[in-house]
């Protein structure tokens, strides 16, 4: 655990003194023990004398706007465009992490943009965006200020989404959902020993984390699992994943399936093969998912939303871009009626696939 000089932020919830006079962090599993001027492992929450602060409140990594399917989310506000953010740090250690310039970072504490919480409700506003994704790195470690900008985002209309590895102790976990109107939980394997080896984590608690948002929240869930060739892509894993999700949150969550490519501390390892995202859709689409995509691959077919009903094309994508839409009624097919699962419009937006940064201080009043 890293040692500070100064401390700066917000008084953070969810710790304990212990008898030895060290603190110790419930937010997360870890439960990480302080001392006087240290960070916990992810670097982001610290003790300040008796208490515990929040280093990142208020400051980002920086804003874009980018599409909602990206997220990936492919079954909330189709189309939309999302207000996408993230800080520094967090409370896993996973040797493959795509964003570890962000996650991993020990400079970025003292060179974020300036984000309070109305500042980022009055972005999104201003520029269309129907929600606000918490992302890049995991928003749990920055509970207090995902909180607050739900809140805000919430009195101005505006929607929130976690991007999460689902890494939670369950008292933090309640508050946390309880603002947050849709989410893709990252389930990185399925086995105990990828997530020992290969994140120091245990799959239990995100498996609760999975359980919990479906059966206790209005949030609207998806999953994302990132196949790493000969890590986690056994087709027994994938069976055993699939069937998991079958008897404990049913047919209606999405799957997404996205290729890993050799990055931070896994750079011996190829990318995943397209075959092997399309193998993984087959295996969940046999076990009875509904919905399984195939992501960071062009592929129409794996990327195109299809009737549980009637199997007809509700939602055909290329890439991000919506093509055709045979929706109505809030998710209605128009060919026979069955309710598709999500959250929709009568119609979809029209972002497109554009990726476009902003700076927030051009929205400060």
């Known amino acids: 655990m890293d040692q500070i000089d100064a401390l700066d932020g917000v008084e953070g919830r969810y710790w304990q003194m212990l008898p030895d006079g060290k603190i110790q962090c419930d937010l997360c599993p870890r439960e990480c023990k302080l001392s006087d001027g240290r960070r916990g492992l992810c670097f982001v ?14 400051r980002s990594s ?42 991993k970072s020990r400079e970025m504490d003292s060179l974020m943009d300036q984000a309070p919480p109305a500042l980022v409700a009055e972005a999104a506003v201003q520029t269309g965006c129907r929600s606000v994704a918490f992302t ?99 087709e027994d894993e994938l069976k055993a994943l699939t069937d998991w999700v079958m008897t404990h949150v049913g047919p209606d969550v999405p799957l997404h399936f996205s290729a890993f490519h050799p ?56 890439w991000y871009e919506i093509t055709s839409w045979a929706l109505a009624d809030n998710g209605r097919c128009v060919s026979c009626g069955t309710q598709c699962a999500g959250v929709f419009d009568d119609s979809h937006g029209h972002w497109g696939r554009k990726r476009q940064p902003i700076q927030l201080a051009a929205f400060a009043r």
């Open 136 to 234: 890049y790195n995991d928003p749990v470690i920055f509970l207090e200020y995902a909180v607050d900008t739900a809140k805000a985002c919430r009195e101005r209309g505006v929607k929130t989404v976690a991007v999460t590895a689902g890494y939670i102790k369950p008292d933090a976990r309640t508050e946390f959902f309880s603002h947050i109107d849709a989410a893709n939980i990252d389930l990185k394997g399925f086995t105990n020993r990828f997530y020992r080896d290969l994140c120091t984590a245990e799959l239990n608690t995100v498996l609760e984390t999975i359980r919990y948002v479906h059966d206790y929240t209005e949030v609207w869930m998806e999953l994302t699992t990132l196949l790493i060739p000969g890590q986690n892509d056994s």
């Open 62 to 103: 920086g804003f874009c706007i980018d599409p909602i399917e990206k997220k990936p989310l492919n079954h909330f506000l189709p189309g939309t465009p999302v207000l996408s953010f993230g800080t520094a740090g967090c409370n896993l250690t996973c040797k493959f992490c795509q964003n570890h310039d962000i996650s």
């Open 45 to 58: 929450r610290a003790r300040r004398g008796d208490g515990m602060v929040l280093t990142t409140y208020g």
């Open 263 to 318: 990055d931070f501390r896994m750079t011996d390892i190829p990318n995943t093969p397209p075959e092997t995202l399309f193998a993984a859709v087959a295996i969940a689409k046999a076990a009875g998912v509904r919905y399984a995509y195939a992501g960071n691959v062009h592929d129409r077919h794996t990327g195109t939303t299809y009737c549980s009903g009637c199997g007809a094309a509700l939602i055909e994508r290329d």
